[in-house]
């Protein structure tokens, strides 16, 4: 197997995409121990200087995702990226209406995060599917792999409000850790694929 075998745009950008989404997770989780642990005293710029760059990283690994997707197909997607949005829409939706009503859960940003992160991973994994970058095993494994961190993240997710101490640091922990190593599985399929 060789590195970056016959890399093309639509794999540098997803590529970098995904490299983007792993610093924007690795800076999240260390805004997330800084700020959350348990007798933790993360001062305001402390907290600046981690969340701001995981805000930058984050905004270009979705810009670098929607240039990748964008580019044209020799075949039709099996799996439009336009679908995808739209079913991510919808299940942000339905996820926020059972979380405020069958779980009296505050609204916070990290549901929508979560939804916006699988579906710009699903996006990603259909266009190099698309591209006859990954066969259908690797498809498979990743997007079982996103299913399954979306899921334990929105479990994850329904709990915080209901741990204190260290079951609620290590609850919010979960999903920015699964998330991470998702990412992290992806680039290195990617990158030998």
Known sequence: MILFRNFTVRDWLLFSGNLSMFATSLLYIAWWVA?????????????????????????????????????????RPLVPAGRILI????LYV????????????????????????????????????????????AAVVLKLLVLAATVSGFICYLRYYHLEGTASFVDGLIPLVSDAFVTAVFLVLHAFA
Not at 87 to 90: V, W
Not at 94 to 101: G, M, N, Q, R, T
Not at 109 to 120: D, V
């Open 35 to 75: 700020v959350f642990r348990p007798g933790a005293a993360a001062s305001r710029s402390v907290s600046a200087a981690l969340l701001i760059p995981a805000f930058l990283t984050g905004f270009a690994a979705i810009l670098l995702f929607v240039f990748g997707v964008r580019l044209p197909f020799d075949v």
């Open 94 to 137: 339905i996820l926020l209406a059972v979380s405020i009503y069958a779980f009296h859960r505050p609204v916070t940003s990290e549901l929508f995060i979560m939804i916006l992160w699988a579906a710009g991973e699903l996006c990603a994994l259909s266009a190099l599917y698309t591209a006859g970058r990954f066969g259908t095993p």
């Open 87 to 90: 079913a991510g829409l919808l």
